[in-house]
Every structure is written in C-alpha cells, then in structure tokens.
C-alpha cells in the first residue's frame, strides 16, 4: 500500500468536483474557493474551463460577491443575470478575465463548519437530469464536502452501518442513482467523480 498523502488526495479531489461540475452542466467554467481561516480570504482551489491555467491561488475577500454571499448565507443560490443581481462583484469578475451572464453556487459545509464554495458559470439551460439543476448541485457538493473534510483530517474512515462512512457511502451511492440517467461524457464525469469520492474512504 502506498503512503497516504493527504495534500495531492486534496489537490485530485478538487480537480474532480470542478471538472464534474463543469461537464454534468455543460457550464463555461467552474471553480471551488477554499476558505482561508487565517486571513477570512477566499482562495481559488480549482478551476476548470475558462481561466483554470491562471487562477488557482488568487484570493478574494470572503465577504464580497455571490461566493461571499454564500459562504456567510451558507445556502444555496441560483443567479439568472449577474447583471439584475447587488451581491455580483463585476470588478472581482472582470480581475478574473471572464465575466459570467449567470451562475449557480452552493456552500461546501461539514456540520457547523464552512469550507468553502462551489461555482457553476454559465450552465446550459438545456441540461436535462431527474433533479432539479440546484437539488443536483447541492447533492454532489454536499458529498465533496465530507470527503474533503477527511482529506483535510488527514485520515480514513471505514464505512460502518449508522456511522458517518456509513453515511457518506450512502450519500455517493445516492449521487450514482442521480446521475445514472446522464449520457456520454456527462455519465463519464459523473462515475469518475463518484469513484473519486468513494476511493477516500478505502484503504
């Protein structure tokens, strides 16, 4: 067995969230912002379409913007035209090189703890699934979630019935069912991201 390494599991995982994101949606862009405890800033983790060779790394102030909004609302949201919308920051936008017409973003928690935020820039609106555009969003998030808060712990957990790998594996096998009526490489990301999260809690 090879050593864990809980900094490059962090790094894969991420990448796989973002790059599901963007293709079950068929989206522009999409990007999680980890929370930095240190300093209140939102950093870049990962970044998947437009701008994702330059942003990883860039820090925004955690409580301007949708995902500022987020992050302090912890709920979910669903903006139409950033244009019609107060909480959008153009400026923060346009520092980023692309500026979105919509978007779909959702807290990453794990209990009472914030970690972050998942984006979703310009989904196509003929994306169909057997949930709801935001139900299916927060599902996968939801399960990002408890498995980044292991990376982050550094630790595994074995699945047992009633306890939180119990729980969790639950939770993957729930994101299958939701995705399983995908097609092509929206099914393809869907598994991928599936195992992703799963392998997490295997030795």
Known sequence: MTAYEPEAEHR???QSVVETARAIFEAQASSIFLLDEADGALVFEAVSGKGEGDLVGRRFPAGRGVAGWVLQSRQPIEVDDVDEDERFARDLAESTDYVP????AAPLLHGDEV???????DRSREVRTTLA???LLALFS???SVALRLVRHGRRTHPTEGGPGGAYDAGV???VRALAALRGERREAGRR?????????RE
Do not use: I, K, S, T
């Open 12 to 14: 894969l995982l991420l």
């Open 101 to 104: 017409r919509a978007l779909m």
């Open 115 to 121: 970690l972050g935020v998942l984006e979703v820039l």
């Open 133 to 135: 555009a935001m139900d």
């Open 142 to 144: 939801a399960q990002a």
């Open 173 to 175: 096998d729930g994101l």
């Open 193 to 201: 991201l599936a195992g992703a999260l799963g392998e997490l809690l």
